[in-house]
C-alpha cells in the first residue's frame, strides 16, 4: 500500500511554469466532450451557414428586385454564420471558467498554481489560440465554398479586402473567446456569465437604437459586437468605426474584461 | 510543518476563525477536531491560500501557500467540498493537475492505483459515489507526493472498509515522515488514528494536546454506589475534596473517592453496598463536554437563532 508514497528521496521537483499552467489548461479543454461539441458545433454554424444562405441567394437571385441586389454582397453572405458561431464560442469561454466554479474544480486548479493569475492567463491563451485556428480554417473553408455556389454572383479573395474580411472572422470570434474568458472570470456563475456576454453582443446594440438620436454615434459604435464587426466585412456600415479602430475597440472590451477577472480572481475567496 | 499564528477570518461581522494558533508536526498524525461549523474547513481552506485570513498567518514549511514554487510537492488536500470537475475522468483530472507541476504520467497511473481507482479511472467522476469521489480527493493530495498532507473530514462516505484503509494510510505518511492534518467532528476516528488533537469550537482553540492527556482527562474517576442507607453513606463520605451527588433516593455518584475507599467506608459503618461502579465517560462525552459552549447550532435553540456573540473568553 504505502510502495508507491514510500520515496523518502524524492524524484526531481518541477515548479509550476506558466507554460506549464497552459498546458494543464489545454487538458482540461480537449478532456471534456462539451468542448468538442461546441467547437463542433462552432464550425458547422461558420461552413454550414454560410453555404447554406449563398445556396438560398442563388437560387432566388432572379427573384430579386434592385435594391437587394444592390444591397448584396458576395463576402458576407458566406461568411454570415459568423452570428451564429459566436453563440458557441461565447457559451464555451464563458463554462471555460463557470464549469470550474460550479463544480468545484477551481479550487484543484488554484491549489495547483497559488499565484492564480496563470491559470487565467493559461485558459485565455489556450481557448483563444483553439477558436483562432478552427474557426480561421472554418472561414477559409466557408469563403470557398460560398463563392463557388453562388457561381457566377460570386467573388475570389482577390477581390477588395475579402482576404482580410475572412481571415476577420478568425480574429473576432478569437476576442469574442478572450472575453467570455473574461467574463467568466467575473461572474463566476454560468448563466449570468452567459447572459452578461450576450446582453452586451446582442442585445445591448439593440436597445441603443433607443437612445436619443445624438447619443447614438457616441455609444453604438463603441459596443463591442458593433465595433468588431468591420473586421469580418467589406463594406463598413455608415456610422460605425473604421476596420482597425473598430477591431481595437473590440480589443480593448476583452482586454477591460480580462483585466478585472484578473484582480478579482486574485482578491476574491476561491 | 504547519504553523498558524493569530489566524483569523472572519465574514462581515460574523467570525469563523478566531485567533487560532497551533503547529502541526511532522511524523504524527494531528487532528483537528471540532463541532460542525467550528471553522475547520475554513481554517484548512486558508492553510491551501484558497480564502485569504482576515488577520494573522498560517505558514507551510515556513512559507505561505501562495509563495510556494512548486506547491503539489510541498502540501497535498482533500478538501471537504468535492474539487472535480464531473464531466471529466478521473484520469484527466490528475493528469491536468500533474501537468502545471510536470509531474509525469506515470506518478498519476500510481496514485490511481494507491487508491483503488484503477477500474473507473477513465469514467466521468461525476458518476462516482462519495467513497470513490474521497479515493479521487486523496490520490489529488498524494499526486505530488508531498512531506505534508491536509485532509478534510477524509472518511465521509466511505464504508467500514474504506475508513480502515484511510485509517492505515495516514498512519503509514506519517511513519514515513510526513506531516499529517487530518479534520474530523467524530472524536471515535480521531482516538483511533490521531496522536496529537487540536480541538475548535466557535473558531477559537479549545485544546492543543495529545490524544492520551483527552483520554485521561475524560475518565472523571466518578462512582456510582447504590446503598439502602444512601443518605447516612452520604453523610460519611463528603469531605474537602469529595462531592457526591444523586439523582435517585439510593444512588449516589461520588467524585474525589476511589471505589475501593468508599467500600472501605461503607463496611466500616456496616452499610451495605448493592452496587459500586467506577464511571468512564466516552470520549465522545469528553468532546462533548468540551465543546458544549462552543457548539455553534444547538438543536433546541432553533427558534432563537442569534445568542451566540458576548461570550468571548
Known amino acids: 500500500m504505502s510502495a508507491p508514497t514510500a520515496t523518502p528521496a524524492r524524484p526531481t521537483q518541477e515548479r509550476v511554469t506558466p507554460v506549464r499552467a497552459a498546458k494543464s489548461e489545454w487538458i482540461k479543454l480537449v478532456s471534456l466532450r462539451s468542448s468538442w461539441i461546441t467547437f463542433a458545433a462552432s464550425v458547422a454554424a461558420v461552413i454550414g451557414l454560410g453555404v447554406l444562405i449563398c445556396l438560398v441567394t442563388n437560387n432566388h437571385w432572379t427573384e430579386m428586385g434592385p435594391e437587394e441586389r444592390l444591397r448584396f454582397e458576395p463576402v458576407a453572405r458566406s461568411l454570415a454564420g459568423i452570428n451564429l458561431a459566436q453563440l458557441a464560442i461565447g457559451v464555451l469561454g464563458v463554462l471555460v471558467v463557470t464549469g470550474e466554479y460550479s463544480t468545484g474544480m477551481i479550487r484543484s486548479s488554484l491549489m495547483s498554481v497559488p499565484r492564480r493569475l496563470p491559470v487565467l492567463a493559461g485558459k485565455a491563451v489556450v481557448f483563444a489560440a483553439a477558436t483562432f485556428v478552427l474557426m480561421l480554417g472554418s472561414a477559409f473553408v466557408a469563403f470557398l465554398l460560398g463563392q463557388r455556389v453562388l457561381g457566377s454572383h460570386g467573388t475570389t479573395l482577390d477581390a477588395p479586402h475579402a482576404l482580410r474580411a475572412v481571415i476577420g472572422v478568425g480574429l473576432y470570434l478569437t476576442v469574442i473567446a478572450v472575453f467570455a474568458v473574461g467574463i467568466g472570470f467575473i461572474v463566476r456563475n454560468t448563466a449570468g456569465g452567459i447572459a452578461t456576454l450576450f446582453g452586451l453582443l446582442l442585445v445591448a446594440p439593440g436597445l441603443g437604437q433607443l437612445l436619443p438620436a445624438s447619443w447614438q454615434p457616441h455609444i453604438l459604435p463603441y459596443l463591442p459586437s458593433n465595433a468588431g464587426a468591420a473586421v469580418y466585412s467589406v463594406r463598413t456600415d455608415p456610422g460605425m468605426l473604421s476596420t482597425w479602430t473598430g477591431f481595437g475597440v473590440l480589443c480593448a472590451w476583452a482586454v477591460a474584461a480580462l483585466l478585472v477577472g484578473a484582480v478579482l480572481l486574485r482578491r476574491r475567496d476561491a | ?313
Open chain 2, 1 to 313: 510543518m504547519i504553523e498558524a499564528r493569530g489566524l483569523t477570518k472572519s465574514y462581515g461581522d460574523k467570525v469563523a476563525v478566531d485567533g487560532l494558533s497551533f503547529t502541526v508536526r511532522p511524523g504524527i498524525v494531528t487532528g483537528f477536531l471540532g463541532p460542525n461549523g467550528a471553522g475547520k474547513s475554513t481554517t484548512m481552506r486558508m492553510i491551501m491560500g484558497l480564502d485569504r485570513p482576515s488577520a494573522g498567518s498560517v505558514t507551510v514549511n515556513g512559507r505561505q501557500y501562495a509563495d510556494l514554487a512548486a506547491p503539489l510537492h510541498e502540501v497535498g488536500a482533500l478538501l471537504e467540498a468535492r474539487a472535480v470537475h464531473t464531466s471529466r475522468s478521473a484520469y484527466n483530472h490528475l493528469r491536468a493537475l500533474a501537468a502545471t507541476h510536470g509531474i509525469p504520467r506515470g506518478r498519476v497511473d500510481e496514485v490511481i492505483d494507491l487508491v483503488g481507482l484503477t477500474d473507473v479511472a477513465h469514467k466521468r467522476a461525476g458518476g462516482f459515489s462519495l467513497g470513490m469521489g474521497q479515493r479521487l480527493g486523496i490520490a489529488t493530495a498524494l499526486l505530488g507526493d508531498p512531506p505534508t498532507v491536509v485532509l478534510d473530514e477524509p472518511v465521509n462516505g466511505l464504508d467500514p472498509e474504506g475508513i480502515r484503509w484511510v485509517r492505515d494510510l495516514l498512519k503509514g505518511l506519517a511513519a514515513e515522515g510526513r506531516t499529517v492534518f487530518v479534520s474530523s467532528h467524530l472524536m471515535s476516528e480521531m482516538a483511533l488514528t490521531a496522536e496529537h488533537v487540536i480541538v475548535v469550537g466557535r473558531g477559537r482553540l479549545i485544546a492543543d494536546t495529545t490524544v492520551q492527556e483527552i483520554i485521561r482527562e475524560a475518565s472523571t474517576n466518578a462512582v456510582l454506589v447504590r446503598s439502602p442507607d444512601a443518605a447516612q453513606l452520604r453523610t460519611a463520605l463528603v469531605g474537602p475534596d469529595v462531592t457526591v451527588s444523586s439523582t435517585e433516593a439510593d444512588v449516589l455518584t461520588v467524585t474525589g473517592l476511589s471505589a475501593a475507599q468508599i467500600g472501605d467506608t461503607a463496611q466500616g459503618l456496616g452499610i451495605a453496598l448493592h452496587e459500586l461502579t467506577p464511571q468512564h465517560a466516552s470520549l465522545e462525552e469528553a468532546f462533548m463536554t468540551m465543546t458544549r459552549d462552543d457548539v455553534e447550532y444547538h438543536g433546541h435553540l432553533a427558534a432563537e437563532p442569534t445568542v451566540l456573540e458576548g461570550e468571548r473568553a
